[in-house]
Structures are given as structure tokens and as C-alpha cells.
């Protein structure tokens, strides 16, 4: 029998910080869906207008895919089984691949699990000791955490400033050099500046990351993405778009140089040490791949929906961002006023995240609208009156 002992630090601290958190208004919690996801889901047993998903072209339940997933299952079964360096790699996961590839027009792309794993995977890969990473201020978690990990020097510039980017890069004596970019900043919605971007790491020969998890399927023609979008094609980009957003299912792939794709075949750890993901979703991808290519009706329906909710809102002491996207987020400053009117909105049946520090900066919570083609124009006139009138109440 092991003897208790009278104290744990380690939990006390653990006890004693959450506790802190909770007392700042800073603790997360988790909702319960109890429906597919759509512009009308159930939440926590009530019925709700729901404007938090990114399922920005409202494939996530789309009849097609779950045939397809169901008609995969019964093929393929639901496990990997194994690594895609063992015996995971199936071929339906290399059939996605090839056709991603084609439709981004890149040479070759690599299936990861995840964006987290992928954006890990390749900047881990591609930098190391000795090398440095410039990273906007804004850019995703993963890409951060990607950036720690490689043991690389860690740069931020602030938000898409070029000339602060510039001077860094310049004072640069690094053996590698790699800029990471969201080229849609996930809680502001607004674009990073990619050609310029590209121009800069040509002149300073650097690599270009470009996070694509909230471009691909929205922008550029047939939603083939950001760089299709800018009209982009370089050796140094190294794309990477997420599938659980706009193409609805999971997963997400790099694409690029078929060298690149190689290397991080060979290196990519969170490629390499972890099982592939069920073959199924590769399957049902392949099929939400024909949907976005075929979904000009969505994209167009989606920009229409932007524009009205735009010009409908009337909020002037809080401040609608600058952003032409499917995130759309409203600044109101303080935490417990952004908890306020998420909760006021959920009164009136309408479910709209308040996002608080430390995802975005400390007194800029926001309200973040994700505006879906599964919505109707019906839905998005009730949330501007909604916000109109939580608005005016004060
Ligand atoms: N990059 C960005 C910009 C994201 O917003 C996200 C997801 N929130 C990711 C990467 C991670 O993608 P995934 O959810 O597939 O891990």
C-alpha cells in the first residue's frame, strides 16, 4: 500500500489556477450538439440559429457525403489500421492526394490528420536549429506551437505589417528562413497579403508557408483557395488547407514541390508516428471535392449572405471587422460585454460565440459570426435584428 502524501504541489497549483480563471471570467467550457451540425442544430437540448461552425459551405451534413461515408464503411471498414509508413496508407488515402494535388494545381501533396499535425509537421521539417521562423502576430495556434517545437528562432512581426516584416528578415542571419501565414486570420477574417509576402521571401530566400484552413473551398475560382485566388505559383510555398471546415469532413493536406511533399514524407513526424486516419473520410473527401469544385451556387449565395449582413448592421459603439470572408466578427472590447451579448443572443435562440483573450489580444473580445451557405437570407436578417436591437438595449 502506498502511503498518501499530505501534500501535492502540483495539484494545488493546477486547483489553484483554474480557480483564478473561473474568477476572471476566462473559463472555457464546452456546449453539447446534439444534432448534425447546419444553420438550425440543437445545443444543450434547445433548438438554436446557429452562426459557429466553419462549415462555411454547409457540406458537414450534406446527403452525398453521408452516402459516401456509409458506402466507404461497408468497402473499406473504419479503421486504418496501422501508420501510412506500415501497412495505413490505403488506396483511397493516395487517391486523395493525387486529385488534391490536381485541384490546387501543385505538383504533389501529403494527407495529414489534422491542420494542427500538418502545420507541426512541416515546420519542423523544414527548420530547425539555425534557422528562423517569421510569424504575423495573429496567425494561428498550430503554427506557433509548430514554430516552438522546431528549435528555430521564433519571429513575430505585427499584423501584416510588411515593412516590420521586412526589417526582421533583413537583420536575419539565419541558415533557414521560413514565414508562416494564415492567409485567413481565423478570428479577424481578413486576408494576409500574399503576393507581397511571396515577394519577400523570394528577395530574402525564404520559404512560404500558407495556412490555407479558412480559404480553401471559400476563395479563389471553384474554391481552389488562396493562392488560386491571388494567382500564386512558386517553389517556396508550401500549402496547407484543412478539410474539416468548408469541405466539411476532416483531415487536412499539404501540397507543394513534389521534393517537398518527399521530404516530409521522410521527416514529417506528426506524419509519420501516428495512424492514418480512416480511410472513409478520404472517401467521403473525394466526394466533397467534386461538391466544392461544383459549388459556385454556394460560394455565390455565401458573398450575397456577407453583404447583407454587413450593410443590415447598425452597431456603432462596437466595430464590425474588415473582413470580405465567412468570419465575421463584431470587436466589442471587454470580456464580460462580449459574454453578454453571446448570452443575450442565445436568449433569443441564436448561438454566436464570444471569443476572449488569450485567443485573440487582451480587450479585443469579439463576438465571431461564421456565416455558412446553409444559411438562408431568413436567418441572417434575424441575427442583424438580434444584434440591432442587444445593440441599441446597450
Ligand atoms: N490553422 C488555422 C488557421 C485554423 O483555424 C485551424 C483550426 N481552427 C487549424 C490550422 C487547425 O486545423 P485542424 O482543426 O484541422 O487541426
Do not use: D, E
Given at each position: 500500500m502506498i502511503k498518501p502524501s499530505p501534500t501535492f504541489k502540483a495539484l494545488e497549483h493546477i486547483r489553484h489556477e483554474l480557480a483564478q480563471l473561473k474568477a476572471r471570467g476566462l473559463q472555457r467550457s464546452r456546449r453539447l450538439l446534439e444534432s448534425p451540425q447546419g444553420a438550425h442544430v440543437r445545443v444543450d437540448g434547445r433548438a438554436v440559429l446557429s452562426f459557429c461552425s466553419n462549415d462555411y459551405l454547409g457540406l458537414a451534413s450534406h446527403h452525398a457525403l453521408i452516402s459516401a461515408a456509409g458506402a466507404a464503411a461497408q468497402t473499406m471498414g473504419v479503421g486504418a489500421g496501422a501508420s501510412h509508413l506500415i501497412t495505413g496508407h490505403h488506396a483511397v488515402h493516395h487517391a486523395l492526394e493525387t486529385r488534391f494535388a490536381e485541384f490546387v494545381g501543385l505538383p504533389a501533396a501529403l494527407l495529414f490528420s489534422t491542420g494542427y499535425m500538418a502545420n507541426i509537421g512541416v515546420v519542423t521539417a523544414l527548420v530547425g536549429r539555425g534557422g528562423e521562423v517569421f510569424a504575423d502576430r495573429l496567425n494561428h495556434a498550430s503554427l506557433n506551437d509548430a514554430a516552438l517545437l522546431s528549435r528555430a528562432k521564433f519571429t513575430r512581426y505585427p499584423h501584416n505589417d510588411l515593412a516590420a516584416l521586412e526589417t526582421r528578415l533583413t537583420a536575419s542571419r539565419a541558415s533557414q528562413k521560413l514565414v508562416l501565414a494564415d492567409a485567413v486570420f481565423s478570428m479577424d477574417g481578413d486576408l494576409a497579403p500574399l503576393p507581397d509576402l511571396l515577394a519577400l521571401c523570394e528577395r530574402y530566400d525564404a520559404w512560404l508557408l500558407v495556412d490555407d484552413a479558412h480559404g480553401f473551398?471559400?476563395?479563389?475560382?471553384?474554391?481552389?483557395?488562396a493562392l488560386a485566388h491571388f494567382g500564386l505559383a512558386s517553389p517556396r510555398i508550401v500549402y496547407m488547407a484543412t478539410l474539416g471546415k468548408a469541405a466539411g469532413v476532416f483531415g487536412a493536406v499539404v501540397a507543394g514541390e513534389a521534393e517537398v511533399i518527399e521530404w516530409l514524407l521522410q521527416k514529417a513526424r506528426t506524419y509519420i508516428y501516428t495512424t492514418a486516419t480512416p480511410p472513409l473520410l478520404s472517401a467521403t473527401l473525394l466526394a466533397s471535392l467534386d461538391l466544392i469544385e461544383a459549388g459556385n451556387g454556394r460560394r455565390t449565395h455565401l458573398q450575397k449572405l456577407i453583404v447583407q449582413l454587413r450593410a443590415g448592421l447598425c452597431i456603432p459603439n462596437w466595430q464590425l471587422m474588415d473582413?470580405?470572408?465567412?468570419?465575421q466578427p463584431v470587436l466589442i472590447g471587454s470580456n464580460d460585454a462580449a459574454l453578454a451579448a453571446s448570452q443575450r443572443l442565445l436568449e433569443r435562440g441564436i448561438l454566436v460565440p464570444a471569443i476572449r483573450p488569450p485567443t485573440v489580444p487582451a480587450s479585443s473580445a469579439r463576438l465571431r459570426i461564421s456565416l455558412s451557405a446553409a444559411h438562408t437570407e431568413t436567418d441572417v436578417a434575424q441575427l442583424v435584428d438580434a444584434l440591432n436591437s442587444i445593440h441599441a438595449d446597450g
Open positions: 473551398g471559400v476563395l479563389g475560382p471553384g474554391g481552389r483557395g473582413s470580405p470572408t465567412p468570419i
